[in-house]
């Protein structure tokens, strides 16, 4: 590899990113211990990214021209500061393309973004056990709140949530 390849270079993603985009998104599954996307959840992935009505943005990351990372983000609001704000779902890096410096470049071209749109905040969340990713986000100033818990209401669950507001 020359130098130049060796050179992150950060680029929104197109549609005939797909494939390496779901690449990225198995790996990451693995590394979670997840179950990766089945094909019509594959599907859905690039449908909602790349559909007429995106739901949700993707920045990747090369390095010699090849996708190494991704960084899948979208816009929420906070009532409290009556601004929006930029979260984070998915920022992954291919184990071969790690320590290069690939996930900062991605987290501040996202808080650089975060400013360009006036949005009050930049969030994400990071699994308790990924010490390793906790350290790097603490490095970066990235306070890890504790006092806050996300809250979760999928599959059946949900299901009978909006069933409640049927029976009224």
């Known amino acids: 590899m020359t130098a130049h390849s060796d050179t992150p270079r950060l680029r929104p993603a197109t549609p005939a990113d797909g494939a390496a985009y779901l ?8 590394f979670e211990g997840l179950e990766p996307p089945d094909a019509a959840a594959a599907e859905r992935l690039l449908h909602d990214a ?7 943005e993707l920045l990747l990351a090369e390095l010699g021209g090849r996708v190494v990372a991704y960084a899948a983000f979208f816009e929420t609001y906070s009532t409290f500061r009556a601004q929006p704000s930029l ?15 690939i996930g900062g470049l991605l987290l501040s071209h996202l808080g650089r973004l975060a400013l360009e749109r006036g949005c009050g905040r930049f969030e994400w969340t990071v699994l308790d056990w990924n010490e390793r990713a906790r350290n790097f986000y603490r ?30």
């Open 139 to 168: 490095s970066l100033g990235a306070s890890i709140l504790s006092h806050w818990q996300l809250c979760r209401v999928d599959g059946e669950a949900l299901v009978a949530l909006a069933e409640r507001a049927r029976q009224g």
């Open 87 to 101: 979260y984070l779902e998915d920022l992954f890096v291919h184990e071969g393309a790690r320590a290069r410096g």
């Open 23 to 30: 690449e990225l998104v198995r790996a990451l599954a693995a």
């Open 50 to 56: 790349f559909g007429p009505r995106p739901r949700y």
